[in-house]
């Protein structure tokens, strides 16, 4: 057992929980706050997994099940169990060659790995790093035609599905990034940082290893015509700059040749016009509850976009998944599948592939569990006769 495994084993971590205690340790605050953080009062963050458990099961008991099938297909690919890897901006601050060290634990496990625009390592790259199935989530930072040029490189690459994340019409209120002064770190201006140097100094092996990296400068796949890639510093303000539309669904349609999914969809309204405008699945989201603080939990909007879908698309869902429980919840309500976003930063933040590893393992696990104790032979046949919701929830699809 390597020294990173040794740190993620059982019993020092037996849940998602345990694996963000051992992130913390590793991690500097301004790096470990700005991946467990959430927009201003966090109240979506926390609503993300207080809505899991409000969501009670309805186990078939006396049943004998004789293995728990896990494999699901999602969007014309198979995944061993109904997870991918969610999108995670400036992965290489949480460790060396973040994006790649995690699409190789996400390879190993047959899950799949969706890479983010805002990605310090290249797209040929990451595609060498994973067999499994790749997906490449789009911002428009850059422009359209720098956007093209990535598109082409993708689908050259070998990434099979398009997400369009439509949440991000400006940059979310992050409080504990601006009190740390994240962006100084992120910033070109190194005499400023120095400031945090004692802070950084007290997390030396996360330091050695940001600095053997090269501290991720630019973005690879956002090549600015005439410029070149686009500098990591400029890249929260052009994310800020760069809205998504409805009309740039139509280009992207044209412009991509494989499935796309909207990424970022709460509404039923949102989901309709995501269909209409040529996309075949939507992904309920709220990023996390890292950009409008307020809105649903992802869970409580679930079934209000199922009802509206009508089995016209695949539905997955990502927010507040700490626990295999929670997939299997998320597949009752009407997800194809899920998306895990902090339960495998964490994981990477504490012990690079080792622990991306061992939360895919904690929550493939919890979900086999979950489902023999549920009497249910398959991920296949979960659906709503397996859950309880509270009266309050509206609009629920049968
Ligand atoms: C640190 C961090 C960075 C993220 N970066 C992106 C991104 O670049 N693009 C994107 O579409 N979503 C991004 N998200 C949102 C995730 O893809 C996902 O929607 C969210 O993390 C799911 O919630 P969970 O963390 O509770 O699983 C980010 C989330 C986190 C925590």
Redesign the pocket.
Known sequence: MTRQERRVASPRVVNIGDLRRVAERRLPRVVFD??DGGAQGEITLRE??RAFEEVTFRPRNAVAVRGCDLRTKVLGTELSMPMLL?????SRMLYPQGEITAARAAGKADIGF?L???SGSSLEEVAKATQGPRWY?L?LVGGRECAEAALERAQKAGFTVL?M?ID?GTFGMRERDVRNEASVLMGTNQFAKIRFLPHLLAHAEWLAGFLRDGGMLELPNVIVPGRGPMPLSETQASLARSVVTWDDLKWLRKAWRGPIVV??VLIGDDARRALDEGAEGV?V?N????QLDGVAASLRALPEIVKAVGGRAEILM????RRGSDIAKAICLGARAV?????Y?YGLGAAGEAGVARAIEILRADLMRTLALLGCESVADLNRSYVDVPATWATLSS
Do not use: M
């Open positions: 700005y991946v993300n997994t969610a999108p995670i901006g400036f969706t983010t625009t805002i989530q911002y997400a994340t991000t990424k970022g992904v989201s990023h996390g509850g890292r990502d927010g507040g998944i998306l895990i976003g902090r339960a930063a």
